[in-house]
């Protein structure tokens, strides 16, 4: 194991009734005045909205609101909300929604401070130095971002999908209600729990030996998602479902898993490539290009795969070799079992788009860690992937 130093400093609330208690929250801090943020629509059509801004005017809290953050959310709309920040001023941001809306809302609490424009950030250019204290209220279990320090933006002229992770990212304070993602359309269930897995797939494969606690939190996690999303397949309303999902994917990326491990990351850099160029679902990319990966790297570490493939898909014990091709396989069964691509022609994707995405994913060097990949690798990847 290697050596750590944990402090997230984001307080979580979590449970059923908690988005009525936004305002007071924010009062409690003593800031008046926020930018609440969102996406195309869907916190209008569950009522989240309406729970949002009653709560807000009952505390006293003053807002200005700003809505139209797309899925891959764009470098666009972060310059457009800074600039309507800097002239409304705020005190803070209150983003309603997704990973896509709690990232463009870590960028616009960066931008609001920064002088120039706000990509230098993300290029490293400049560092962040400051940012507005983030309020959020998370709508879909995916990412992680309602409690880590971690902001990935598309910047669309330049078909760069970067992340920046930065201390002053960590939101205040975020609400997962669970009962509020009942509304959401199959696949994003679907999309989130695939994130989720990634995310943990990322720290679990990374090839840090002797990771044991590690290796059962992640076990536990793996398994607790695959048996939450097949409940909310059949019945979407299934509360306590929700409820462990959602904690399953803050426990994937809030920090906590990935201790005293490298992390590969491998598999998002060559995701986040797909997504700058067919605007394809995160969850979606990575249900697409993990196994694929696993198939390009298992033989570095074969017994990892095996115990994987035993702990969480029930393999049953063969020589590691042979279980870790069949825990691959039970994976991409699995995707496909809960209505998640994995290959990339059935997303549109064409042969002659691989060599450009694979050059776009090594834009700043190597990938991975359990393997180094150059673009050889990634391009091999994608060709099993197609
Ligand atoms: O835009 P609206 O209308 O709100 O609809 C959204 C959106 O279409 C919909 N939705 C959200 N909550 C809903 C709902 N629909 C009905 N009922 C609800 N309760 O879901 C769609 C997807 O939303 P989005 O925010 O894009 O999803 P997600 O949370 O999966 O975020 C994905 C983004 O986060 C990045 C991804 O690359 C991608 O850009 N990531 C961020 C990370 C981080 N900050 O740590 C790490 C991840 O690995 C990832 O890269
Ligand atoms: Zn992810």
């Known amino acids: 194991m290697k050596n750590f130093d944990y402090n997230n400093p984001t307080r979580l609330v979590f449970g059923r009734g908690t988005v009525e208690n936004i305002g007071k929250y924010i009062a409690g801090y003593g800031d008046k005045k926020v930018l609440l943020l969102y996406g195309k629509g869907s916190i209008f059509a569950n009522g989240t909205y309406d729970k949002v801004t009653k709560s807000l005017r009952e505390n006293g809290i003053d807002f200005i609101e700003l809505g139209g953050v797309k899925p891959n959310p764009v470098l666009t709309k972060v310059r457009e909300a800074v600039e309507l920040m800097k002239k409304e001023k705020v005190d803070g941001i209150v983003p309603v929604g997704g990973g896509s809306v709690f990232d463009t809302a870590k960028a616009c609490a960066a931008g609001y401070f920064y ?8 290029e490293g250019k400049a560092k962040v130095t400051r940012a507005l204290p983030i309020y959020g209220v998370l709508t879909i279990s ?17 078909k760069k999908k970067w992340g920046l992770g930065s201390r002053a990212f960590y939101p205040r304070l975020s609400i997962v209600d669970p ?6 359309p199959r696949n994003q269930t679907v999309n989130g729990a695939c994130d989720t897995l990634a995310h943990v797939f990322e720290a679990y494969f990374g090839g840090t030996p002797s990771t044991r606690m590690q290796d059962e939190l992640s076990e536990g996690i793996m398994r607790t998602t695959i048996d939450s999303v097949r409940i909310l397949l ?4 299934d509360y306590d479902a929700r409820a462990e999902l959602a904690w399953a994917a803050t426990l994937a990326l809030n920090g906590l898993n990935g201790l005293g491990r490298a992390g590969d990351w491998a598999s998002h850099g060559i995701e986040h490539s797909l997504s700058a160029f067919t605007d394809i679902a995160h969850g979606e990319g990575l249900a697409i290009v993990f196994p694929a990966w696993m198939k390009h790297v298992y033989r570095e570490d074969p017994e990892k795969f095996a115990r994987f493939g035993e702990k969480v898909l029930g393999i049953d014990k063969s020589s590691a070799e042979d279980m870790a091709l069949k825990a691959i396989e039970a994976l991409k069964e699995f995707f496909r079992s809960i209505g998640a691509p994995v290959t990339l022609r059935e997303r549109g994707f064409t042969e002659d788009m691989l060599e450009p995405m694979a050059e776009n994913a090594v834009m700043k060097g190597s ?6 990949l150059g673009k050889e690798d990634v391009l091999e990847i994608l060709k099993i992937a197609f």
């Open 115 to 122: 002088d120039g424009d706000v990509w230098d950030l993300y």
């Open 142 to 158: 995916a990412t992680g971002s309602e409690m880590n320090h971690n902001s990935v933006i598309m910047n669309e002229e330049e």
């Open 179 to 184: 009962s509020v993602q009942a509304t959401l």
């Open 367 to 372: 990938l991975g860690t359990l393997k180094k």
């Open 234 to 237: 059949d019945d979407p309303s």
